[in-house]
């Protein structure tokens, strides 16, 4: 990092820890696919099957859960606010996104559709927030 701008060092290391992050997140997604699926050619088409392992959807959100707060928050960064300025959007803006993905996934576990509705409105409020603040409060 001595080579990078000392204004921009901690971002780029946000950069960094999101990038392991995700890449841990997606090997682990895909092993979780790969154990819940057959695939098998048929022919010159495949069948796929599920194997009876369940798919672990909730890799998904753990991946959100942390990697969103940080990118928000590395996107704070380098607009260089003023420092009072960066730490509290940082924290509403990393504590809005955080709960909007946890609101997300009691949605995306359920099968009945008006309760997936009713935990995506709830997700909506801090999106919606999120949004608000990026366009109109800086």
């Known amino acids: 990092l001595p080579n990078v701008t000392k204004s921009y060092r901690t971002a780029l290391t946000i950069t960094g820890i999101v990038t392991w992050i995700a890449t841990y997140h997606y090997f682990r997604i895909f092993n979780s696919w790969v154990a819940a699926f057959e695939v098998q050619q048929a022919g010159g088409d495949y ?65 009945n559709l008006a309760v997936r509705w009713f935990w995506w409105a709830l997700a909506m409020i801090p999106f919606a927030y999120v949004v608000f603040s990026l366009l109109v409060g800086l």
């Open 47 to 111: 069948a796929v099957s599920v194997s009876g392992t369940p798919f672990n959807d909730a890799y998904r959100y753990v991946d959100w859960l942390l990697t969103v707060p940080l990118l928000l928050i590395e996107l704070i960064l380098v607009m260089k606010l003023p420092a009072g300025e960066t730490a509290s959007m940082g924290t509403k803006l990393g504590l809005a996104s955080a709960v909007m993905v946890a609101l997300g996934y009691p949605g995306e576990i359920q099968e």
